[in-house]
């Protein structure tokens, strides 16, 4: 562990009355939880796919051009 991590991770468990592992522990739990509502999107090469909604129409290289040149 990062010794600026761990410097937190003490002042934590200190003002919570615990142990610095207890204080890991709880924090891995946490980020490791799933969000509800939170739907895990697919990946392709290690990019994020949005997901696919029914019924839209798919986005043109025109539709694309606009947008960008409108930026």
């Known amino acids: 562990m990062d010794d600026d991590i761990l410097v ?3 002042e934590m468990a200190v003002q ?3 142990s610095a592992g207890e204080v890991v522990s709880n924090l891995v739990r946490k980020a490791l939880a799933p969000v509800p509502g939170n739907v895990r999107l697919r990946t392709r090469n290690g990019v994020p796919l949005l997901p696919v909604v029914p019924g839209a129409a798919r ?5 694309i051009n606009r947008l ?3 930026e």
Do not use: S, W
Not at 59 to 63: A, G, K, N
């Open 59 to 63: 986005p043109t290289l025109e539709l």
């Open 8 to 10: 937190i991770v003490k």
């Open 16 to 18: 919570q009355g615990k």
């Open 68 to 70: 960008r040149d409108e």
